[in-house]
C-alpha cells in the first residue's frame, strides 16, 4: 500500500488499473478498498477470471462494480482475454471529468474521529499535496507513520498529534482493539458485504 500511495502521489497516474485476482478476491480487494480512499480515478481487472468460472463458483462483478462505482472489467492475463476491453475502459474513465468516489463505511465511531480529524486538519494544516482530507485523517488514526511525517512541516503539528492521540484513545476504549485493527476489520467488513450481496 505504501509502495502504491508513493508511486500515486509522485507520479500523478491518470487511472490507476488495479489488478485484483478472481482466485482470491476477499484478499485482493484489500489494496482496493486504500485505493477508494485515497480517490483516484480507477479501473479493475478481474484477472485469472476463467479460474473462477471453472470453479463453478459466481460472483456478479457487475453488481460490486456497481455497489463500488468503479468499473471491473473480467480479464485472462495469460490468454489476453478482455485486455481490448480493460484498456477501452481506461480511456473512457480518463475522459471523464466528474469522478464519484464512494467512501468505505468505517462505522459510527470510527467515522466519528474520522470527521474530527478532517475538522482538526482544516483548520490547523495546510497541505502542500492533492491527498483527501478524508485519507490523511485515516491515516493519522491509524499512526501511519509516513502520514505523521508529512505533517512535521505543519505549523500546529502538535495541535494535530495532541488530538489525533486523543481519538485514538477513545477508538482503543470504545472498541477494544487498536485502530489500525479496527479500520482493518471495518475494510474487511466492507468487502465480505459486498461479496456476500453478490
Known sequence: ????????????????????????????LYLTTELID????????????????????KFDHEKFSELINIPIVPTVGKSGQGIPQLLEKVIE?????????????????????????ERELNSNHEPKDDLPLRYKSIKLLEGDKEA??????????????????KERNYIEKLLREDPESAFTNARYGFIAGGLKET
Open 1 to 28: 500500500e505504501l509502495f502504491a500511495r508513493d508511486y500515486i502521489l509522485e507520479e500523478k497516474p491518470d487511472v490507476i488499473v488495479d489488478v485484483v485476482s478472481a482466485s482470491a478476491l476477499e484478499r485482493n
Open 148 to 165: 505523521e511525517k508529512q505533517m512535521e512541516n505543519a505549523p500546529k503539528y502538535d495541535l494535530i498529534i495532541a488530538r489525533r492521540d
Open 38 to 57: 485515497l480517490e483516484v480515478p480507477m479501473v479493475i481487472a478481474l484477472n485469472m477470471y476463467d479460474e473462477l468460472e471453472e470453479s463453478g463458483r
Open 93 to 117: 474513465v480518463n475522459k471523464e471529468t466528474n469522478h464519484d468516489f464512494v467512501q468505505i463505511p468505517y462505522g459510527r465511531v470510527l467515522e466519528k474521529s474520522i470527521g474530527i480529524m
